[in-house]
């Protein structure tokens, strides 16, 4: 079991290389559109694990179910979520997500695996570094990157999960700050380059992660680059939350990330007139990873690789992106196919946004410099 003891002073050994990294990640965004990963619910449940696999020798005695705790394997089956990571390095992802949507002990407590959190961001940071770093020494021209995955964990903030009482919440934003630090604690000593607070449907979830985040590098005097990718969940063009998408960026835009960006509950086609909004207003680089088209009345993915990846190659030719890669649905062959659709494109130029004092309730304001 993983105990941070002195994570200021271990980490501070590998300073030098993560330095290095982060030069060479901020060279490969200047110099093209860089590849994320696709799904990975969507890898394991083609492997068709059962619930020994998720329980292994550590968790045999677990007093409830555990399988479809894809976080767990981290522990459990190594070994399979390695070769995922491959099969995307394989198909030309430049940067591979780690496999801790679900890790936080807010999560977790639906399986009473509170106490696992520790271990599998760090088990799952050092999964991915172990396979980005083989494959950057295969191609040292092509290095690869490790993005620390933060999902929005099962509860919300801002919105009352009882619609008798819109006054209730089941978190509160210290909860939600410390969960969250706890993660990222584990997954910068476990080798994250990035930390992605991702599939953000509550805007306030998401500013207590950036929150966490921030007292974190102050811990450790070090700063990890932060992407951020929203979910916009319908067709009004709106968070879950109420947000739209550029009142969400006004939110967000005071934690500086290395890129802002969208990703699931729309497939490409959908999500595209939400995208050219946020490239039009952020002034930092752009990531889109769209779900492999809409599920079919079964809750599948049916969307080909070709048609994913021509929506994505369209979006590169009229300037929006920066960052592009599939989420639900996705596989390494979506990935392939969008790698090969975008190679030799250059990114998207950020725009130079006019000063303003720029708010946000669920519309957008701002009010220029005099």
Same mark, same amino acid.
């Given at each position: 079991?993983?105990?941070?003891?002195?994570?200021?002073?271990?980490?501070?050994?590998?300073?030098?290389?993560?330095?290095?990294?982060?030069?060479?990640?901020? #060279?490969?965004?200047?110099?093209?559109?860089?590849?994320?990963?696709?799904?990975?619910?969507?890898?394991?449940?083609?492997?068709?694990?059962?619930?020994?696999?998720?329980?292994?020798?550590?968790?045999?005695?677990?007093?409830?179910?555990?399988?479809?705790?894809?976080?767990?394997?981290?522990?459990?089956?190594?070994?399979?979520?390695?070769?995922?990571?491959?099969?995307? $390095?394989?198909?030309? /992802?430049?940067?591979?997500?780690?496999?801790?949507?679900?890790?936080? @002990?807010?999560? *977790?407590?639906?399986?009473? $695996?509170?106490?696992?959190?520790?271990?599998?961001?760090?088990?799952?940071?050092?999964?991915?570094? *172990?396979?980005?770093?083989?494959?950057?020494?295969?191609?040292?021209?092509? &290095?690869?990157?490790?993005?620390?995955?933060?999902? &929005?964990?099962?509860?919300?903030?801002?919105?009352?999960?009882?619609?008798?009482?819109?006054?209730?919440?089941?978190?509160?934003?210290?909860?939600?700050?410390?969960?969250?630090? %706890?993660?990222?604690?584990?997954? +910068?000593?476990?080798?994250?380059?990035?930390?992605?607070?991702?599939?953000?449907?509550?805007?306030?979830?998401?500013?207590?992660? +950036?929150?966490?985040?921030?007292?974190?590098?102050?811990?450790?005097?070090?700063? @990890?680059?932060?992407?951020?990718?929203?979910?916009?969940?319908?067709?009004?063009?709106?968070?879950?939350?109420?947000?739209?998408?550029? #009142?969400? @960026?006004?939110?967000?835009?005071?934690?500086? !990330?290395?890129?802002?960006?969208?990703?699931?509950?729309?497939?490409? %086609?959908?999500?595209?007139?939400?995208?050219?909004?946020?490239?039009?207003?952020?002034?930092?680089?752009?990531?889109?990873?769209?779900?492999?088209? $809409?599920?079919?009345?079964?809750?599948?993915?049916?969307?080909? !690789?070709?048609?994913?990846?021509?929506?994505?190659?369209?979006?590169?030719?009229?300037?929006?992106?920066?960052?592009?890669?599939?989420?639900?649905?996705?596989?390494?062959?979506?990935?392939?196919?969008?790698?090969?659709?975008?190679?030799?494109?250059? !990114?998207?130029?950020?725009? *130079?946004?006019?000063? *303003? $004092?720029?708010?946000?309730?669920?519309? &957008?304001? /701002?009010? &220029? #410099?005099?």
């Amino acid at each position: 079991m993983i105990v941070f003891e002195n994570l200021k002073a271990e980490l501070a050994a590998g300073r030098a290389e993560r330095d290095k990294r982060r030069a060479l990640l901020n #060279a490969a965004a200047a110099d093209h559109i860089m590849v994320l990963d696709g799904a990975m619910g969507t890898m394991l449940q083609r492997r068709k694990l059962n619930e020994q696999d998720y329980r292994g020798e550590r968790f045999k005695g677990a007093n409830s179910d555990l399988k479809g705790n894809h976080d767990l394997l981290n522990i459990t089956r190594p070994d399979v979520i390695l070769s995922v990571h491959k099969e995307y $390095l394989d198909a030309g /992802a430049d940067i591979i997500e780690t496999n801790t949507f679900s890790g936080t @002990w807010i999560s *977790q407590a639906d399986y009473h $695996l509170e106490a696992a959190v520790d271990d599998i961001n760090y088990q799952g940071a050092k999964l991915a570094r *172990q396979a980005a770093d083989e494959y950057t020494a295969l191609d040292p021209a092509k &290095p690869r990157f490790v993005a620390g995955a933060i999902g &929005p964990t099962n509860r919300t903030a801002s919105l009352s999960p009882d619609v008798n009482q819109p006054d209730f919440r089941n978190i509160n934003f210290d909860e939600l700050r410390e969960a969250y630090k %706890q993660q990222a604690r584990g997954l +910068v000593a476990g080798g994250a380059d990035l930390l992605l607070v991702e599939t953000i449907f509550d805007t306030l979830n998401a500013k207590a992660a +950036v929150f966490a985040l921030y007292e974190l590098f102050d811990e450790l005097d070090e700063s @990890w680059p932060i992407m951020i990718s929203g979910t916009i969940t319908d067709l009004s063009g709106r968070t879950l939350s109420g947000q739209t998408t550029e #009142a969400f @960026w006004n939110s967000l835009r005071h934690a500086k !990330p290395f890129s802002v960006g969208l990703n699931c509950a729309f497939g490409a %086609q959908q999500m595209r007139p939400y995208v050219a909004e946020l490239s039009r207003v952020a002034d930092v680089k752009v990531s889109a990873y769209p779900n492999a088209g $809409l599920p079919n009345q079964f809750g599948e993915y049916d969307e080909p !690789p070709e048609q994913t990846a021509a929506h994505l190659r369209e979006w590169a030719e009229h300037g929006l992106v920066n960052i592009v890669g599939g989420c639900c649905g996705t596989t390494p062959d979506h990935i392939r196919a969008i790698a090969e659709s975008v190679r030799g494109m250059k !990114p998207r130029h950020p725009p *130079q946004v006019p000063r *303003q $004092l720029r708010l946000s309730g669920l519309e &957008p304001f /701002a009010i &220029p #410099a005099a």
